[in-house]
């Protein structure tokens, strides 16, 4: 993710949220009227190995962007492998038994020995307070000896320096809850590269450099969790909302599972679930198709079927009462709270969308004339459905940053009447209006990113269950009533479904907090 | 949010690239795209013998020559680049005015951003704000106008069939904006709230505060808003600014989309009908202070585990002939996967997430070459090294032969991609007509990037990027550091506390007004027991309850408050519901608070707003008003709670202004507003609604005290005993 320097002279920017980003989400895997020709130019291919392939030709410049979607994430992690999703994510770019070393048998023993000590290291530090100083003293030695002894054969950014050097541009890939996806783009005359090296980082991949890029993720989690206020804030609402289903997990994974986690146990992640038929990979721009499902047999077809992994067993019980949680920190405050929603498949969920939509999208939102234009009582407010993913029952989420001087109590009252206000009134005609026109010039406005589409045909193959699903949304906004709406909002905004987490400012009399983990 | 939440949601980019500027772009073929392939060949792909990639050989790439941008200028000076592009059937208008946060009175910061915001969300002298968002929002239409620091910014994206609304709308924004005063108060509130926020991210505090380290907290380039620069501005000032720059003469238009260029021109002069031009009086741009020398900046953070490094010092210009050998040194040292940066301090060493830096250029002034880090506290100072010897290292020794073809390939074999969207295309007219550069600069640019040699990298480097010189700015929990930050340099420690708003500026006040107050302050002073035994008050003690409201909901305390004037207080307060204890005591010479976890010192602004609750205390304030030399002052009258009382001014006490209400029958005081401390102390505007007064030892006492902040109700005390000048034992001031 391209990172910008701000440079305006307030911080409002950060604050504020977009609610473009929300139609690009969800809204934005949308219908078209009169855009029908686009779903008709879609090809799809599905290798004999179970993985689909979905192709859109572009011609209006020679570039094309290629996605692969693997139907994993944060959910399908093992208890006490927290992370591990991501782990591999980041180890999917250390290359192959070609790509990345200079003498592969060398290194493969090296690397070896090291798992052997690093377990070794492991069981020692379970033990915590009994752990034998002088052999955890005398194993990290050994270790350190032999991350040096391999630096000599591991050259783990030559995949990422070819593609650099051929000129890929976004390189780049993230971990949600439910996936974890690959992207970038090439000039088109490059197909065969992005074949030649997407599919040997899952057929062949070498997890090497493993133990620093830990190190590395665990700076990106103090960076997003530990230094961060609203990390810390998501990170104990989830835990609060979710009692058993896996979405109440930290996706970057807890300090001490990252900490713990092997190459084996990563490796072996990747074998369960990174079977062809879990992937999905769309090819959008300047391609000819039948080029494309050739070269994806030659080079994807190599990938051997695999069982189809397990999906997640676990449902969330039904919530008994109103949960809260307040986290008392330095900073300004911020008040969220949740209700238990069902997953994207459910008919409700569009509708949840619709009433996100006329809450919070917009200058003439519900939530946006009262708090923020008329009380002047929050910098920023709004609520969607889909957090922290949407392929299993997940949770709408509604937030404010209250303006200065103004408390979350303050704020959590005005969100509430709004929303009581919904289960009793039927929402205007022109509210509904305006939640389709939303959809239809989002999904318009979608279509200019060859990425951007690319992500969303593979995104709706797993989460929607077909690719084409984001050419029938609009149908299913066009049939939203005022009295779905009504009766959605009586179902799942209940108080007993209900659960809060707050940000409250310390009273300077209070110890200092303590940062992150 | 959204955005805050994707980061959690979107848990893992593998990277952060931390890469500014444009887009390197160009050449229209890249040195190794020369030989031919029709079909790839089709063999089993041995994994274990060659890499994935081996052999392969690329088709020629088919590249179209872009389109170029149709340039016209009307009669009234504004000046057109036109795109057509008729895949989607959207129409997108962007526009360029030449103005900026740069040139806004000092004393006025913010006042560019406000204009901006205001002109768009005060609508326009024909219809209202509220009314523009419904008409645009039903179209699922949006304009929008924003001023940054050296230019200001319109937009318009609407579906094609709307473009009449749209455009009708952007152009009467543009020439007639209302700037009406419920949006400006809109929009001072977002000032005010994020300057209230700014302190919350390490990584906007390191931003912030390294501008202000190189080119001086007070320069056009790094100052912030405060609460007294968004108090100061006034609807005229946004009048006189928008008048000042808003002209067609100052204003690039780009026109992207699914139009007819001769129709959407003559659309287009219709909707500006009317806008005359005038002479620009542009100040002179504020010029970069180039004097570089070693800084170290420390802020130190409690709440985070990690720190935020930032170094660098001014940059280059983009027309310096050196630039395009710096961008090839530039991205060698710190852009990308493959630079030296990302495999030293990342890849080799784990030591961070995101490390790199940018190209260290502007276009019409020099820009800063920075380069950022955030490390684990335990590892600033290493971190911190470790990057600038890879500076000195570009600096004592060429680059190889592979990292001079990686870089320039890479600019080379992507540059297709600069033409891949014709937003991007027009996009970069309009910044280059702007900033005055040849519509060609990027072009010029990557011609002269595929020459550049490891000498030349070596050359400028030295002559540029000097470490040594560098500013070094650390954001982080100081006590957890590896070293002491001073290995690096002398170091600065930086206070980030946010300056309180100045009292409100006293009106002029007529000699009546002020004879006035006094003879109403008599009376006052008077009611409450005599001059004379309010002057003999030595000690006071009061015990009651008190009721706060916080978040989570009401809570009740049981408190006795023990003053011993003139400066020493302690408040011991009990939670009976959680059997929870807590003091604040204001001693002789130290202030400290003691809590469940422990005693600790008060920080100093508590304590200074503990000795102004003293002060604001019947007793000593009555005694303080009477000194003739008091600037006093009647404001009028006003009514509390159903009965009328005078309002008067007591300027510039040692604890601010306060204003006093005072009951004009029983001449008691019935209310006191002043700006005070907040719980979490942040500056409130504070209401005390002082009642049943009762007589202790022949002064009034008030025995219900309910307090209002911000609009608020916080709290309401309720008194059961009071005594005056009873002996207080000494020690309970001491630590």
């Not at chain 1, 320097?5 to 980003?21: D, E, F, R, S, V």
């Amino acid at each position: 993710m391209r990172q910008l320097i701000i440079t305006g002279t307030n911080t409002m920017k950060i604050l504020k949220p977009i609610a473009c980003l929300l139609l690009t989400l969800y809204a934005a895997a949308l219908y078209a009227a009169g855009f029908e020709d686009i779903e008709a130019q879609v090809q799809e291919h599905v290798l004999s190995n179970g993985m689909k392939f979905i192709i859109l030709e572009r011609h209006d410049a020679p570039v094309f962007s290629g996605y692969i979607y693997v139907n994993v994430g944060g959910v399908d992690e093992p208890v006490g492998n927290t992370g591990i999703a991501h782990v591999f994510e980041h180890m999917a770019f250390k290359g192959t038994t070609t790509l990345g070393t200079k003498d592969y048998q060398a290194e493969k023993a090296v690397m070896d020995e090291m798992d052997a000590v690093y377990d070794q290291l492991r069981s020692e530090w379970v033990k915590a307070d009994r752990a034998d100083p002088e052999r955890v003293k005398q194993l990290q030695a050994e270790f350190d000896a032999l991350q040096e002894k391999v630096s000599q054969y591991s050259d783990g950014e030559e995949y990422s320096k070819l593609l650099e050097q051929e000129g890929a541009v976004g390189i780049n890939a993230t971990t949600s809850a439910d996936s974890t996806e690959y992207f970038y783009s090439l000039p088109s005359n490059r197909l065969e590269l992005w074949m030649a090296l997407e599919s040997s980082r899952f057929l062949d991949p070498v997890m090497r450099e493993f133990f620093k890029e830990k190190d590395v993720i665990k700076e990106e989690r103090r960076g997003r969790v530990g230094s961060s206020p609203i990390g810390r804030l998501l990170e104990e609402m989830n835990g609060l909302a979710f009692l058993a289903h896996p979405y109440g997990r930290p996706i970057i994974g807890h300090m001490s599972d990252i900490n713990t986690t092997t190459r084996a146990e990563a490796l072996a992640f990747f074998e369960q679930f990174y079977a062809p038929s879990n992937m999905v990979a769309a090819i959008v721009g300047d391609v000819q198709t039948d080029q494309v499902i050739q070269m994806a047999e030659k080079y994807f077809g190599q990938i051997p079927s695999r069982a189809n992994p397990p999906l997640v067993e676990t449902i969330e019980p039904k919530q008994l009462g109103t949960r809260h949680v307040k986290l008392t920190e330095q900073s300004q405050p911020i008040f969220i709270c949740a209700y238990h929603v069902p997953s994207i498949r459910h008919p409700d969920f569009v509708v949840l969308g619709a009433i996100a939509d006329i809450l919070s999208s917009g200058r003439t939102s519900r939530f946006h004339k009262k708090l923020i234009r008329d009380e002047k009582a929050s910098i920023s407010v709004g609520a969607f459905p889909g957090y922290p993913g949407d392929k299993y029952a997940n949770l709408f989420v509604v937030y404010s940053f209250p303006a200065q001087g103004h408390s979350n109590e303050k704020n959590e009252e005005m969100i509430m009447a709004e929303i009581e206000n919904l289960k009793t009134e039927l929402v205007t005609e022109d509210e509904l209006k305006k939640v389709q026109r939303n959809a239809k010039a989002g999904f318009i406005r979608s279509l200019r990113s060859n990425q951007g589409l690319a992500a969303a045909l593979c995104t709706s193959e797993f989460i929607r269950g077909d690719w084409r699903e984001i050419f029938n949304l609009l149908e299913h906004i066009e049939k939203i009533t005022a009295e779905d709406i009504k009766r959605v909002a009586n179902e799942y905004f209940v108080d007993n479904n209900r659960s809060v987490a707050e940000i409250v400012t310390e009273e300077a009399s209070k110890e200092e907090t303590e940062a992150g983990e | 949010m959204r955005n805050l939440l994707c980061c959690v949601i979107i848990w893992g980019c593998v990277f952060v690239v931390v890469a500014w500027g444009e887009k390197p772009l160009e050449a229209l073929e890249s040195s190794n795209m020369a030989m031919a392939a029709d079909t790839p060949n089709v063999e089993t792909m041995d994994v274990l013998s060659k890499k994935p990639h081996e052999g392969l050989v690329y088709p020629p790439l088919n590249q179209p020559q872009p389109p170029v941008p149709r340039r016209v200028e009307l009669d009234s000076g504004m000046i057109i680049y036109l795109l057509e592009d008729h895949e989607l059937p959207i129409v997108d208008i962007s526009v360029q005015i030449r103005t900026g946060a740069i040139y806004e009175p000092e004393d006025k910061i913010g006042l560019a951003a406000i204009t901006g915001a205001v002109m768009r969300t005060g609508g326009t002298t024909s219809k209202t704000g509220d009314e523009l968002d419904e008409i645009l929002e039903n179209l699922a239409a949006s304009v929008e106008v924003g001023i940054g620091g050296d230019s200001g910014t319109a937009s318009m994206s609407v579906l094609k069939e709307d473009l009449d609304t749209g455009l009708a709308i952007l152009a009467d924004v543009l020439m007639n904006p209302a700037f009406r005063e419920d949006k400006i108060e809109l929009e001072k509130v977002q000032h005010r709230s994020s300057i209230a926020r700014r302190n919350d991210s390490a990584r906007s505090i390191t931003s912030r505060e390294f501008r202000k380290l190189i080119h001086g907290a007070d320069s056009p380039y790094a100052r912030t808003t405060e609460y007294d620069t968004i108090n100061s501005i006034t609807r005229d000032d946004l009048v006189a600014f928008h008048a000042k720059y808003f002209r067609p003469n100052n204003t690039i238009l780009g026109v992207l989309g699914d139009f007819n260029s001769e129709e959407i021109l003559g659309k287009i002069r219709g909707a500006f009908t009317g806008w005359q031009p005038a002479e620009i009086d542009l100040p002179e741009k504020p010029k970069v202070h180039e004097d570089m020398a070693r800084r170290v900046g420390l802020v130190t953070k409690d709440d985070v585990n990690q720190t935020n490094i930032r170094m660098g010092h001014v940059g280059w210009l983009r027309s310096n002939e050196d630039y395009p050998a710096l961008v090839v040194g530039c991205q060698i040292l710190g852009i990308g996967f493959s630079s030296r940066l990302m495999n030293s301090i990342r890849v080799e060493k784990g030591l961070a997430y995101s490390v790199g830096n940018n190209y260290g250029a502007g276009y019409d002034v020099p820009g800063v070459f920075l380069i950022v880090c955030a490390t684990k506290s335990e590892s600033t100072v290493t971190a911190t090294e470790a990057i600038l010897a890879e500076v000195e290292r570009m600096r004592a020794e060429e680059v190889s032969d592979e990292e001079l073809k990686q870089a320039i390939d890479g600019f080379m074999n992507s540059s297709v991609f600069d033409y891949d969207s014709k937003g991007e295309i027009l996009s970069r007219a309009l910044r280059y007509a702007y900033y005055d550069y040849p519509q060609d600069f990027v072009e010029q640019l990557m011609a002269e990037i595929r020459n550049v040699t490891k000498s030349d990298v070596q050359r400028v480097v030295a002559k540029y990027m000097h470490p040594d010189q560098f500013t070094i700015l650390a954001v982080g929990k100081a006590s957890d550091f590896d070293k002491p930050l001073d290995s690096l340099g002398d170091v600065t420690e930086i206070d980030i506390t946010i300056p309180t708003p100045s009292p409100e500026p006293v009106p002029e006040a007529g000699e009546g007004d002020v004879a006035k107050a006094r003879e109403i302050l008599a009376a006052a002073t008077e009611a409450h027991g005599g001059l004379e035994n309010l002057k003999q008050v030595k000690t006071f003690v009061s015990i009651g309850e008190i009721v706060m409201n916080t978040p989570a909901g009401e809570m009740t305390m049981d408190g006795e408050f023990t003053v011993a004037l003139p400066g020493k207080s302690r408040n011991d307060m009990t939670i009976p519901a959680m059997g929870m204890t807590m003091s604040r005591v204001l001693g002789a010479d130290s202030a400290w608070m003691v809590g469940p976890q422990g005693s600790q010192t008060m920080p100093e602004v508590f304590a200074q707003e503990g000795r102004n609750v003293i002060f604001r205390l019947d007793p000593p304030l009555l005694t303080y008003v009477s000194g003739a030399e008091v600037p006093v002052q009647h404001l009028g009258e006003e009514d509390v709670n159903g009965q009328m009382a005078d309002v008067v001014l007591v300027s510039d006490t040692p604890a601010g202004s306060i204003k006093l209400f005072i009951d004009q029958e029983s001449k008691h005081i019935v209310k006191k507003a002043y700006q005070a401390l907040g719980q979490q102390g942040e500056p409130v505007q504070r209401e005390e609604f002082p009642g049943d007064y009762r007589v202790i030892s022949g002064v009034k006492v008030a025995f219900s005290i309910v307090l209002v902040d911000n609009g608020e109700k916080v709290a309401e005390v309720t008194l059961s005993e009071a005594k005056i000048n009873a002996e207080v034992d000494e020690s309970i001031f001491e630590q």
